[in-house]
């Protein structure tokens, strides 16, 4: 198994509309065959602690079988799609996979 989860820091500019369209845009990851289990979602209203970063917009975790799932992922027509057209909408990405 693979866990690939991705944090999203998006633009202070980037609407309410366009957040909304980013939002479908990482739910769409979902779809992509290699994608066992996906869960996207933002900050949770928990008590905030020092060892807590809610600094990011949308977070998303894609469980994938295995490596190769992740590759095949990372070059799905839904993902180069995403990349392409949401790109511009962050500042920055941070992601971390674990086995």
């Not at 693979?2 to 769409?28: D, M, N």
């Not at 190769?68 to 990405?93: C, M, R, S």
Request: hydrophobic share 40%.
């Amino acid at each position: 198994m693979l866990v690939h989860t991705v944090y999203f820091w998006l633009k202070p500019e980037i609407t309410a509309a366009q957040r909304a369209e980013f939002r479908k845009g990482v739910e769409s990851l979902g779809k992509i065959k290699a994608v066992a289990h996906c869960f996207v979602g933002s900050p949770a209203k928990t008590t905030k602690r020092p060892i807590i970063d809610d600094s990011y917009s949308v977070a998303l975790t894609v469980v994938c079988k295995d490596v190769a799932g992740h590759d095949a992922y990372q070059v799905d027509p839904i993902h180069l799609k995403f990349v392409e057209t949401f790109k511009t909408y962050w500042n920055k990405v941070q992601i971390y996979d674990a086995e």
